[in-house]
């Protein structure tokens, strides 16, 4: 049993980065002590988990079955282990944070970084990614920019329009906001269009726009429209870099975009640890400095 457990967690890694060696490269061990594992573990239960090819390993109906209880269990034995040290009054172990590189640099390592210092015991494990998924990555804390707060409210972001300074010279300023349909926009979404929400002094305006340059991914978008291919929706934050070194320019500066909002989540309040509550609680002096 205690074999079949040790194989569930490897199993468990290999799952969640989708290779042998990503799970090798987390757990400390060799790929061949993965491989064997797996071969030990799919030999004692007596099915397959995994379909292997060249280029990737897929579940089988078996592996998708044994992968919840084997998460669940993993999930259980990190709660044991920080329920233990949490015991001991002291902050250690691992917190996993989610953040976007953005907003890590910005942030999250000027916030954390003192506290850091004074707990040895303690480290940081910065995760991010397009895909996360909270339960499975087993973050503690993950910092959110979004229209509307995923949890405790940091700080108001900005949004606004940008281009490069190419771009504009090339076709001209925007006058206001229906111009924007006549010039080349960039859109970080899914879709091929997008409503976009002005508000001056004269009250508010929707005005929908449509590009052929569509990416899910916004450090693409913003080198996009740093190349002069068009003008993008972004906020203060991801695109302050670019703005302070001339690269970019605002365009409709006297017009307000809906503002975002930076928020801090956990997966349950009821039993976050306390290293967790302790990072939101340094977030939020951190901001209200």
Known sequence: MLDNLRGMAVFASVVRHGSFSGAAKELGITTSAVSQQIRSLETDLGVSLLHRST?????TEA???????ALQMVKAAEQGRDGVIQLKDELSGSLRVAASPVLAKEYLLPALSDWLSEHDNLSLNIISRDDLDMIEDRVDVALLLSEASQG??????????????????????VENPKALTAHSVIICGEKPTENIEFKDANGKQNVRVSSRLITNNHAIALNLAEQGCGILKTNEVEAKALLDAGKLVRVLPNYNLPSLTLSASTISKEQTPIKAQKCIEILEAFFKA
């Open 63 to 69: 592996g998708e079955s044994l992968y919840n209880a």
């Open 152 to 173: 405790i409210s940091l700080k108001t972001v900005n949004q606004l329009l940008v281009a490069s300074p190419a771009h504009i010279k090339e076709h001209g300023e």
């Open 55 to 59: 280029r990737k390993l897929s579940l």
